[in-house]
């Protein structure tokens, strides 16, 4: 898929090293227009940019090592007048408890799950953060969430949250 070179890519890290690394992938395609910028799900204070510009946001594996978000992420996120998607791919599924089906094995791995993100202090409260959005009619899902859809390991595999802003 070919990137969008009219559009503006902001990478929001904590480190330096991230920020290095996300400015370094983006040069790989010349003419693409990115941005780095610091960024701390403790602070979410979001940098200078267009914010009336249709905005998606996008998050891979960097919520599970907030271990309780609050709610000023998505405030935040929510107070950007062009928001129009935001993509979640985090490691969350065992949030929502065990699957009931009759093979040991899916439970032994939500066993497995729920005790590595545990031990890693990994997030604990993302789905229901987003549960209690939807509830209060902030956010609409776009999509019923893909649980466990994709892992680069088998005990920490990624969920896919898709929701926009209910305007």
Known sequence: MAAHLDANYIGMEYTSAERDCGTFLARLEPHLRYESFAFDYYKSVLPAFNRNAKTFVFTCYSIEQIA????????????????????????????????????????????????????ARYNTNLICIINSLVRAGKITLDHRPKKDYLAHRPNLPGTVITWSPRR
Do not use: C, N
């Not at 000023?72 to 950007?80: H, K, P, R």
């Not at 899916?106 to 590595?116: F, G, H, K």
């Open 68 to 119: 309780k978000l609050g709610l000023e992420t998505f405030d935040a996120l929510l107070g950007i007048p062009g928001l129009y998607r935001v993509v979640h791919i985090e490691p969350v599924g065992w949030q929502k408890g065990p699957r009931l089906l009759p093979f040991p094995t899916e439970s032994m791995l939500w066993v497995r799950t729920w005790i590595s993100a545990r031990r």
